[in-house]
Each structure stands twice: as C-alpha cells, then as structure tokens.
C-alpha cells in the first residue's frame, strides 16, 4: 500500500528516497518490479523531477537498477550475490558483536535483552514477519553499540542489500527455532561479557542463516517454485 501522507517540500528528493527504500525493503516494491514513475508521482501528488533525483540516489546505492530509455526497476540478489555477501556480513557482524560488548554499558545490556525478548514472543507465535523485523533492530543496534564509525559504515552499507533477501531463509522448516536457540546463545555471551565467545557466536549465526538460504533454494528448485536470492 502507497503511504499518503503529504510530502514536504523542503529536501523534497530525499524524503522520497527514503519512502522508496521503505517500500524496498518492505517489498512493497518487489524484486525486479519496475518503478511507476507516473504513478508514484500521482499518488504523491509531487512532479516527477524529485522522483528522478531520488532513483539517482537509490540508483548510487545499488537498491534499484536503471535502464536506459526504460526507467528503473528494484534491484534483485542472485544466488552467487547471497552466497558472497552472507560471509562477509558474519565477518563484520561478529566484529560488531565483539566490540559491542565491549563497549556496552549495563544501560546497552538491558536494552539487548528487551529486544531478545521480543524475538522470543515473536518465535513463539511463528510470526516471521514480526520475528523478521525484531531481528534487524537487534542487529542494528549490535552494530550501533560497536561505536566504530569505520565498521558502521561498512556493515551498515551492506545490511542494505541483506534487507533485500527479506529474511528468505526463515522461511526454512525450522529455521525460526534455530535461529532463537542461536540468540539465545548470542545474548548469554553478551550478558556475560564474553567478547570472543559472542563474535563467534553472532559470525555463525550469519552462516546458518545461508545455509537456510542455500536449503530452501535447493527445495525450490526440486519443486519447481519460483525464487529469488
């Protein structure tokens, strides 16, 4: 659904960059759809000028992809893109998660524990959108607390394209329970204080996540389904 809420003009191109990337990750836009430039700019009631400026940015970000004399259309993961992107996002993943604990003050602690529980509740119910969405602010603010503005911006910039897989892999036969097993693991490390143990911890837990991915892909394909990423 296309949110109505009136625009404002001042910086006008980025407050629509920032209403299509929502609509990106929450694939409102799907995967491969193209942008309906004059639909969009109708429903916003804005011209069509801010709506290019922000494809050029979404463009710079590589969320959407251009085609010439055609317009844009969302960016799409391939499999080979997953299965390079999900290793390198363990790697910075586990150094937020180092450094996090690091840093973390009892304040940061209890506020990590509020959010595991809310995966918990969600776990329970079988709610993967819910489970989905608590599980990115975890992780973001893993990464917030690391307060390294150097592996912000690189995890950051790649948790952008991991957003588009959309949490694919909890979609897996048990992946739901696995993954609260593995973070419940993940917040005894950090309650504990243990640095090294909870890298590891959240660095394998980014690799069972593409190893979900992978599963699921494979069922698909013997069944014939169609896929993405």
Request: hydrophobic share 45%; aromatic share 4%; net charge neutral.
């Amino acid at each position: 659904m296309v949110d109505p809420t009136p625009l404002r003009p001042a910086s006008l191109h980025e407050e629509v960059a920032t209403r299509l990337r929502q609509m990106i990750f929450d694939r409102v836009l799907a995967p491969g759809q193209w942008i309906d430039e004059l639909a969009l700019a109708g429903d916003w009631q804005i011209s069509r000028t801010p709506l290019r400026e922000a494809l050029k940015v979404l463009a710079a970000e590589g969320l959407v992809t251009p085609v010439p004399r055609q317009g844009c259309k969302v960016a799409e993961m391939s499999e080979e893109d997953a299965d390079e992107l999900l290793p390198v996002m363990a790697l910075l993943e586990g150094r937020c998660a180092y450094e996090a604990v690091r840093k973390a003050s009892d304040a940061d602690i209890r506020r990590l524990k509020q959010l595991h529980d809310r995966l918990e509740k969600h776990a329970a119910a079988h709610d993967i959108d819910g489970y989905y969405r608590a599980n990115h602010e975890f992780h973001s603010t893993v990464q917030a607390l690391a307060r390294n503005r150097w592996l912000d911006r690189a995890t950051g910039d790649l948790r952008r394209f991991v957003r588009l897989l959309r949490g694919r892999q909890l979609n897996w036969p048990g992946r739901i329970e696995a993954s609260i097993n593995e973070h419940r693991v993940l917040i005894d490390a950090i309650v504990q204080r243990d640095a090294a143990r909870a890298e590891r911890v959240m660095h394998d837990h980014l690799m069972a996540q593409l190893a979900a991915l992978k599963a699921l892909r494979a069922a698909e394909k013997s069944q014939g389904a169609p896929h993405a990423g």
